[in-house]
């Protein structure tokens, strides 16, 4: 796990708006049309791992982030050496937040990312108007569980779980709901709110544009006589093998964005999947990035281009830990990163184009999302997809 100093808001909209458009809040809302008859709308709820957005805020995030064992799987024995492992690394991490500005973008990002979508679907989809944007961090405020009170608060009778993973992981997705259906079961046993999921979307063409776009962008940086020879490197945030022996979609679908990228920049440049933040002891998802840039450089490789693969923003994964800690500390000037989605205008229409696909179909989730991992033997798991599937708590 880990960030850049400064944070970059570079060919982004979002850097040009006043400063109290990225005030602190307490839950991700934004203000939103009424309708003549009164309805309450339709919630766009992102969900997303969060960051902590303050220095101080670190602690209580990684303490969250250890004790899901749907995340980072420590078996009978987690709920002791989660709060311990917390512990250890709230000092090294609290510097590197510290390093890259004081804290993570990924929260403000989320909130320009779901109000300008939502603004957009407004328009798209009018019968299913006002949408209203908010925010669910699984181990970061707003926390989920904080989001949920307050859309019970505002009204909300019908709501969307959009998932900003694009590619389908239990582990990162499947954590979120696991957390919903929870707290659907604790806080609206009565089913108020009518739920349903936009799971995954690896391959929608809003999402491998843009990438691609960015791409290109910042292969122009390069000399023309060495451009096509640019290796491009796509890295993803990797996975326990035991995740992935299980059956786990993700690295399959992963391996569709980059390939979904690849053609639409026409093979032009040799290209990799690593995987990168692996965590503790455990085997996890090779071949890992700080580990390949350093191979290629012993072999004389030096033009490198890092692509973020499976984040829909910068956090700590691409400003500390690609930026520093690999780009910076290899001293070579052909190795670069291209630009995180932040707040650029073709994804945020992905986004409501995605969100008005789903509005519009008939399905409460994808058909992937009802299948479970084929050695999948979690009860948990199984109700959560049951109660998505149908609306309703099995008795």
Same mark, same amino acid.
């Given at each position: ?8 808001? !570079? ?14 809040? !307490? ?15 339709? $919630? ?84 299913? !108007? ?6 669910a961090f699984r181990y970061a405020d707003p926390l989920t569980e ?14 969307? $779980? ?21 707290l659907s079961k604790k806080l609206d046993r009565e089913g108020t ?93 090779? $071949? ?61 229409? !992905? ?8 509005? $519009? ?35």
């Open positions: 796990m880990s960030l850049r100093a400064p944070i970059r808001l !570079a060919r982004s909209p979002a850097a040009n708006l006043s400063p109290t458009f990225f005030t602190s809040r !307490a839950l991700a809302t934004a203000a939103a049309s009424t309708t003549t008859d009164g309805a309450s709308g339709t $919630a766009i709820v992102l969900l997303n791992m969060g960051g902590p957005s303050t220095v101080p805020e670190v602690h209580s995030f990684l303490s969250r982030l250890f004790a899901d064992g749907d995340l980072i799987p420590l078996g009978p024995l987690q709920k002791y050496l989660g709060p311990l492992i917390a512990r250890r690394r709230t000092p090294k991490i609290e510097k590197q937040y510290s390093v890259i500005g004081g804290g993570s973008p990924i929260r403000r990002w989320s909130e320009f990312q779901a109000t300008e979508a939502c603004k957009l679907l407004d328009k798209l989809h009018p019968s299913t !108007a006002p949408h209203r944007p908010y925010v904080d989001t949920f009170l307050q859309m019970k608060a505002d009204g909300i009778r019908r709501a969307v $779980a959009f998932t900003q993973y694009p590619q389908y992981s239990c582990s990162t997705t499947g954590s979120s709901l696991n957390e919903l259906w929870r709110i009518e739920w349903s999921v936009i799971d995954r979307w690896p391959t929608h063409p809003g999402l491998v544009n843009t990438v691609a776009k960015h791409v290109e962008e910042k292969l122009l940086e390069y000399p023309e006589d060495r451009r096509e020879d640019v290796v491009l490197l796509f890295s993803a945030h990797s996975l326990p093998m035991s995740v992935v022996n299980r059956g786990d979609p993700y690295p399959a679908e992963v391996a569709a964005t980059v390939h979904a990228v690849m053609q639409k920049l026409g093979f032009k440049n040799p290209y990799r999947l690593v995987w990168q933040s692996q965590v503790g002891p455990s085997p996890w998802l090779g $071949a890992q990035t700080s580990k390949t840039v350093e191979e290629y450089v012993k072999k004389g490789q030096t033009d490198l281009l890092l692509i973020p693969i499976a984040f829909t923003s910068d956090h700590i994964e691409t400003l500390h830990e690609l930026d520093l800690e690999i780009i910076k500390e290899s001293g070579q000037e052909g190795i670069k990163r291209a630009e995180s989605l932040n707040g650029d205008l073709e994804f945020i229409k !992905a986004l409501a184009d995605i969100a008005k696909e789903h509005l $519009a179909g008939k399905s409460r989730s994808s058909k992937q999302m009802k299948l479970r991992c084929p050695m999948c033997t979690s009860a948990r798991c199984q109700a959560q997809k049951e109660f998505f599937a149908t609306g309703k708590h099995p008795e």
